[in-house]
Nanobody, 123 residues
Framework: QVQLVESGGGSVQAGGSLRLSCTAS????????MGWFRQAPGKEREGVAA????????YYGDSVKGRFTVSRDNAKNIVYLQMNNLKPEDTAMYYC????????????????WGQGTQVTVSS
């Protein structure tokens, strides 16, 4: 079955950086757009970033533009989220997601979800 396993979360001070990884299995990775979402307690889920299967197209949520970078390694079935200049408001559970269609992923309706990794940013 399809599995998306996130790693790389943790605690960091404001201004710091983290890199999240999501390793996919059980699917043909190059058939899928990949993305990251996050959800903080009491808040709605938010789209953070997404990347086309080829890496040729990306999407970023307004709150992370210029600070976060999504990338993928199709040889390793991994998608990354490099997060720089982290802010306390970035604190959330971060989820990896996959869908065959990039627009569907960006709209927040992906077929597959990971279990999440916690990111905590202290001021």
């Amino acid at each position: 079955q399809v599995q998306l396993v996130e790693s790389g979360g943790g605690s960091v001070q404001a201004g710091g950086s983290l890199r999240l990884s999501c390793t996919a299995s059980g699917l043909t990775f190059t058939n899928y757009a990949m993305g990251w979402f996050r959800q903080a307690p009491g808040k709605e889920r938010e789209g953070v970033a997404a990347i086309h299967w080829s890496g040729s197209g990306t999407y970023y949520g307004d709150s992370v533009k210029g600070r976060f970078t999504v990338s993928r390694d199709n040889a390793k079935n991994i998608v990354y989220l490099q997060m720089n200049n982290l802010k306390p408001e970035d604190t959330a559970m971060y989820y990896c997601a996959a869908d065959r269609l990039f627009p569907t992923l960006v709209r927040g309706k992906p077929t597959y979800w990971g279990q999440g990794t916690q990111v905590t940013v202290s001021s």
